[in-house]
């Protein structure tokens, strides 16, 4: 038995490598251009931060704009600077009918005063601007060799999607000698299928879900913490979501494949709708973030995507007619024996 396995085994061994080495070299070239690769991968972090901060900022300002005007009825925002300004008036009024020696001192007095008063008013402006600033997220890195690895991982990852047309290919030549010369034509919708639908999950990842996601996670206890974001953290969970949402796009290739090898019908995939439906949502609730939006954005193109399988492979492999009133024939015998066994 393993002499039949050795010739499958050293071609999988073949492939494997192949597939290693395109990963190997797609790393090395994106490791060139880190630094750009990290600038995307970073955007919607910094999109969110930003947005949060303006809205902070607009709460803050509309808080500190009600104090304004509340104190304005007392004319001064400040107690410091009203005790000041009012000094600064009565030692005026007292240096115009004292005599010319104390008047000139009483001048000096209230010029101090005043200046008093200018000091008072900027410290609390520069007290605001620091309440507006300390709002800032920021992301950090807690590692001396943080920026390093991080340019490792972003490289990695991007060098994974650049090689992923080739591993398919790989993958196809694997299993090819085990089809039929008609199936055997199907390697471009494949390889191309494979590759692109794995992109399209990439992208409503990037562009879709991760700006709700991230913009709901920060915001919510930002009022009372301020976001320093770990930036070794946030790129390994960012290549999971982009990788979870690669491979769930996935779907409707596989259903393909699996149908083109005659393991699956449109029948199976209808009888089996109900149980995909809970998979998915655990799925999803395992690969996105933990909050409700984000984890509909991924079930909800996951059971559409399920609904094109089906049309897939009934193109490919549609259910016979003969399994189809079987089928029915069965689920009518259910139908009949249960009311009799209640009876009884």
Same mark, same amino acid.
């Given at each position: 038995?393993?002499?039949?396995?050795?010739? =499958?085994?050293?071609?999988?061994?073949?492939? /494997?490598?192949?597939?290693?080495?395109?990963?190997?070299?797609?790393?090395?070239?994106?490791?060139? *251009? =880190? $630094?750009?690769?990290?600038?995307?991968?970073?955007?919607?972090?910094?999109?969110?931060?930003?947005?949060?901060?303006?809205?902070? !900022?607009?709460? #803050?300002?509309?808080?500190?704009?009600?104090?304004?005007?509340?104190?304005?009825?007392?004319?001064?925002?400040?107690?410091?600077?009203?005790?000041?300004?009012?000094?600064?008036? =009565?030692?005026?009024?007292?240096?115009?009918?004292?005599?010319?020696?104390?008047?000139?001192? /009483?001048?000096?007095?209230?010029?101090?005063?005043?200046?008093?008063?200018?000091?008072?008013?900027?410290?609390?402006?520069? *007290?605001?601007?620091?309440?507006?600033?300390?709002?800032?997220?920021?992301?950090?890195? =807690?590692?001396?060799?943080?920026?390093? +690895?991080?340019?490792?991982?972003?490289?990695?990852?991007?060098?994974?999607?650049?090689?992923?047309?080739?591993?398919?290919?790989?993958?196809?030549?694997?299993?090819?000698?085990?089809?039929?010369?008609?199936?055997?034509?199907?390697?471009?919708? +494949?390889?191309?299928?494979?590759?692109? %639908?794995?992109?399209?999950?990439?992208?409503?990842?990037?562009?879709?879900?991760?700006?709700?996601?991230?913009?709901?996670?920060?915001?919510?206890?930002?009022?009372?913490?301020?976001?320093?974001i770990n930036i070794e953290d946030y790129v390994g969970f960012f290549t999971k979501?982009?990788?979870?949402?690669?491979?769930?796009?996935?779907?409707?290739?596989?259903?393909?494949?699996?149908?083109?090898?005659?393991?699956?019908? #449109?029948?199976? /995939?209808? #009888?089996?709708?109900?149980?995909?439906?809970?998979?998915?949502?655990?799925?999803?609730?395992?690969?996105?973030?933990?909050?409700?939006?984000?984890?509909?954005? %991924?079930?909800?193109?996951?059971?559409?995507?399920?609904?094109?399988?089906? /049309?897939?492979?009934?193109?490919? $492999?549609?259910? !016979? !007619?003969?399994?189809?009133?079987?089928?029915? $024939?069965?689920?009518?015998? $259910?139908?009949?024996?249960?009311?009799?066994?209640?009876?009884?």
């Open positions: 038995m393993f002499d039949e396995l050795r010739p =499958h085994l050293a071609e999988l061994r073949k492939r /494997l490598g192949l597939s290693v080495l395109s990963v190997f070299i797609a790393f090395i070239i994106a490791f060139t *251009s =880190h $630094n750009s690769i990290l600038e995307w991968i970073t955007q919607p972090l910094n999109n969110a931060l930003t947005q949060v901060g303006r809205i902070i !900022e607009s709460q #803050d300002k509309a808080t500190w704009k009600m104090k304004t005007a509340e104190q304005t009825k007392t004319t001064q925002p400040s107690s410091a600077q009203s005790a000041a300004t009012k000094l600064q008036k =009565h030692l005026q009024e007292a240096s115009e009918v004292a005599d010319s020696k104390l008047g000139i001192l /009483l001048k000096e007095a209230a010029q101090a005063a005043g200046e008093l008063s200018k000091t008072l008013k900027g410290l609390d402006l520069n *007290s605001t601007q620091r309440i507006h600033k300390s709002f800032e997220g920021k992301i950090t890195t =807690h590692q001396v060799g943080g920026a390093f +690895f991080v340019a490792l991982k972003v490289s990695f990852f991007a060098g994974l999607l650049g090689a992923l047309p080739f591993i398919l290919y790989q993958l196809w030549l694997f299993v090819a000698p085990g089809l039929y010369s008609n199936e055997k034509k199907m390697i471009l919708p +494949f390889v191309v299928g494979g590759s692109v %639908m794995f992109f399209v999950g990439v992208l409503f990842a990037y562009y879709i879900v991760t700006p709700f996601g991230f913009q709901f996670l920060i915001t919510f206890g930002s009022f009372l913490y301020t976001p320093f979501i982009m990788m979870g949402f690669g491979l769930a796009f996935e779907l409707p290739v596989f259903a393909y494949f699996l149908a083109l090898l005659g393991l699956v019908t #449109d029948r199976t /995939l209808i #009888d089996f709708f109900k149980y995909a439906v809970v998979i998915i949502f655990l799925i999803a609730a395992l690969l996105t973030p933990p909050d409700i939006l984000t984890q509909l954005l %991924m079930a909800a193109p996951l059971v559409i995507l399920y609904g094109i399988s089906i /049309l897939i492979v009934r193109m490919v $492999n549609p259910a !016979e !007619e003969e399994d189809i009133n079987e089928e029915e $024939n069965r689920t009518k015998t $259910n139908e009949n024996i249960l009311p009799d066994t209640i009876e009884k």
